[in-house]
RNA sequence: GCCGAAGUAGCUCAGUGGUAGAGCAACGGUUUCGUAAACCGUCGGUCGUGGGUUCGAGUCCCACCUUCGGCUCCA
């Protein structure tokens, strides 16, 4: 690293730097501060706030006369670019706090000052600042030697943040900007970002008949049909995973009293985030969570050791005020349903509950193609309870971990106040990484609503709860695996499994025929029943991203039989009509990833051989 | 909530103060076809909503609604 090794820094300051030597992010942070020289030079006046490297890029935050347009961000760009062509080194220099105050006051740089202010002043220690070009910025460093060390880069957009991320301060201007070592990295990143737009959920969802949005319920969506055969696909399965688990469904109602949020601690600490009503004489809130509610449940009758563990999975619709700026289609919701899944169990059966609930996220996941991935978030600084109680409570954790053979990542700090909990990752198919269930360990609830057990001593013990939801809530799961698969579901999963395509309309009545054959197999099938050709039926077919096209004409007729061709595009003929059914009822049972467009690197066989229509070929 | 941007036919978009347009979709007719778009024709718009400026507003101004990007990555 540049930087010198004997300068004293406050631990706080070794753990921001810890990490911050990755050559690519040093490359980003100075790419950092050539935008920002480029940005100084056509807005003088600007104020610096902080320009770090991130995930795939930088930032740079300045406070500026007037909001960016994207024609400025092409001037700042090719001023940036002039600064890579003339290849200036970066040089580093150091002053004492005071020098540096005075230095950076003298330059009306308030918010660098601000920084510096914050820096202890005791034990002293150097203040760095980099300059390059002429111009100069308070910076830790390391940076690249110099400018022309820059790898191939693009400014993005520009957009208001809130100085230090706080509403109350002042609002900068960020301009976001990426930056890779080749041209082909970023070539690639630049396809995933465009990629990503064409699977926008938005666009796709309305495309394929999924789901819209209206004004007049807004952050909201309106299920169509098929969309609904969507989420009755993914509720179904999800609701198998529970069973197997040994999960009861209950149900619970939407309008809740305050007596009870009150209780919950939700009218304290969530209230800002509820839709409350005033119903008659009562307040009444739109419920958010639903634990309370089960909570309710337990307690209708005296529990036994014997009762325990109680396995509930309530799918009932929730209400949460969001923030409107928040709000984001299917991934930011206002109302929401979540697979929700709460356990009341005995403290000595926490561990085998945990190892359960990880289980269940593994196999719930599985027929996407996803692999979860697992962090461990442990008690932060201000923290409810004993050091005995988070070591008790996290090791439980960690041993459900270690006994299901997971790795896992620790979040350090990164627990509720009053309990450790598991998070879960999963990673889609253009490499972004989501949030999903979070396996959280409560011994709060319990406690506020006073639960219990009979113990076989006969004592009253105090159950443990444990709350998760796997795919966190369908509208959110939804818009995932819509980009995710980009619209093209498995045979298991899409909304119309199989279009029967009738060449000319004397074969309607054997469509009809195959349609009802499919239909008592439960395949999801509709016919195309247009006066078009058959190639625009096929061609509306693939574009709604059907799995199986089945062309019924004069000969598959006459041999009751049906020609499969798939959405990846295989196809055959005279495949005989009952085996055919029996085919897709065994794929869509065992939910299999099918059918999948093979990767184009992997060309192998014949032409025939890859034309070959599914059936072998899996 | 805050900052910025956007909203024109079902969809994608053109229209920079002077008569609202195109393609696709839809609808009607013809066509009945063997693996990704047949042909001909017709319909379709309170230009997000409300107010204002103007002889005249899709276009300029104000307010509101909705949507999009960001406000989490900390020298």
Redesign the pocket.
Known sequence: MAIDSD?V?SRA?EL??AG?HDPLDTMR?SA?HVMASSVMQLFPEARL????????GF?YDFELPR???PADLEAIEAKMREQVAADVPFERSELSRDE?LAELEHSGQPF?VE??RE?PADPP??????RHDGFV?????PHVPSTGRLGPFKL???????W????TRP?L??I?GTAWDTQADLDRYLWRLEEAKKR?H??LG??LDLFT????S???PFWHPRGMALWRALEAWSLEVRRDGGFAEVRTPSLVRRELWQQSGHWDLYQDNMFVLDADEHVAGLKPMNCPEEILVYKTRARSYRDLPMRFADYSTLFRKE???????L?RVRQLTQDDSHVFCREDQVADELRLALNLVQRQFAPFGFLPTFKLATRPEKKLGSDEFWDMAEGRLREALDAEALAYQLDPGGAAFYAPKVDVFIEDALGREWQMATIQLDYQLPQRFDLEYRSGEGHFERPVMIHYAIYGTFERFTGIIVEHFAGAFPLWLAPVQVMV???????LEYASEVREALDAAGIRAEIDD???????K???A??QQIPV?L????????AR?????L?T?A????VPLEEFVQELGRRVASRELWPRAEPASEEAGSPSEQREASTAAS
Do not use: W
């Not at 910025?137 to 460093?141: A, I, P, V, W």
């Not at 247009?530 to 625009?536: D, K, Y």
């Open positions: 300068e820094r300051d921001l730097d911050a942070h950092a706030g902080i320009g770090p490297a991130i995930k795939d930032y909001p960016l347009t540096a660098k920084i510096v820096l220690q150097v203040i760095s600042f980099y910025d308070l910076c830790r460093g993005l957009n520009s957009a208001a943040a809130y230090r991320g706080d509403e609002m201007q960020r976001y926008d938005r666009k309305r495309e949005f209206h004004p007049e807004p952050a909201a923030r409107t700026g928040a709000l984001a289609g991934f395509v009738p060449i000319a309309d004397r074969h247009r006066s078009e050709r058959m190639q625009a096929l061609r509306d693939q574009e096209m062309v019924v004409g004069d000969r598959d007729q006459e039989a049906v020609s499969p061709r959405r595009g196809s055959s003929q005279g």
